[in-house]
């Protein structure tokens, strides 16, 4: 009977080691890249999103990311294209915002500095609450350079009653990236405490963290609800296998007889001689 239940003590305890993966999984991955956008709607300055790339988990897409903003290779020569200039063609009221599309301006277009296109690297990120930034394509490794983010209304005061919009959600006056380019790391901090105190009066204060985080606070005060989040489905699998695991010691540990003997209260017990010894049985 020890052994079971020592045996059962491991199992339980490896059980809760892999259940507790999914939350250390959860944690932003390091930034490797930050770049900023600063934001007009209708000439009018909004201020400025910085946003943080993760370049050890989407080493490809990230550096696509990187030079369009940056306008750059890695080597530093110019691309001739690239974010600074372009639209936001897509505001939907808190949802998200959608750009990229420098060739064309109305989302069918843009392109990334592998090509037209480039293959999906992975899903190993995910959409998890207002600030995350997300490539946006028409289907399986169709990335170019079009992206969007999730955002509550009254991040850059792009809502409903901000900004007027016309057919499939096109801002009627234009909502550009007047300037774009790339922030070196450890100048980072230091960008976001002065962007926040410059932009206090426009639509944002300042940067937009990246992935798991969470809006920064704004000027504007609209109570509107954010995107609903929920589990990610490794933390319902792990969930669900733990209790699988659990059920399954239960029921080896005779949890079941011992169940059925409460249950009944003992009622229909009857005794049995085995072996010269009395034994109670059910």
Not at 78 to 89: A, I, Q, R, V, Y
Not at 105 to 114: C, L, P, V
Request: proline share 5%; charged share 20%; with cysteine.
């Amino acid at each position: 009977m020890f052994g079971r239940i020592s045996l059962a003590f491991i199992v339980i305890s490896l059980a809760a080691f892999f259940c507790a993966q999914p939350v250390d999984a959860g944690k932003s991955p390091r930034i490797t890249n930050k770049v900023f956008f600063d934001i007009t709607h209708g000439g009018k300055p909004l201020g400025r999103i910085t946003i943080g790339l993760y370049g050890g988990t989407v080493p490809k897409t990230v550096e696509n990311f990187r030079a369009l903003a940056a306008g750059k290779d890695k080597e530093g020569k110019e691309l001739g294209f690239g974010f600074k200039g372009s639209k936001f063609h897509r505001v939907i009221k808190n949802f998200m915002i959608q750009g990229g599309d420098f060739t064309r301006g109305d989302g069918t277009g843009g392109k990334s500095i592998y090509g037209n296109k480039f293959a999906d690297e992975n899903f190993k990120l995910r959409h998890t609450g207002p600030g995350t930034l997300s490539m946006a394509n028409a289907g399986k490794d169709t990335n170019g350079s079009q992206f969007v983010r999730l955002l509550l209304s009254y991040y850059l005061s792009l809502s409903n009653k901000d900004v007027p919009k016309g057919a499939q959600d096109r801002p009627i006056e234009d909502v550009l990236i007047a300037d774009s380019g790339e922030l070196p790391i450890e100048e980072a901090a230091e960008e976001t405490k002065t962007s926040q105190a410059e932009d206090s009066t426009a639509g944002i204060t300042g940067t937009l963290p990246p992935a798991s985080t969470s809006v920064a606070s704004a000027t504007n005060s609209d109570s509107e609800i954010a995107p609903p989040q929920y589990p990610s489905f490794g933390t319902i699998v792990f969930a669900f296998g733990s209790v699988l695991v659990m059920a399954a010691v239960f029921v080896w540990l005779g949890g079941v007889r011992y169940l059925r003997r409460f249950l009944s209260g003992g009622k229909d017990a009857q005794y049995r001689k085995v072996g010269g010894e009395e034994e109670m049985t059910q």
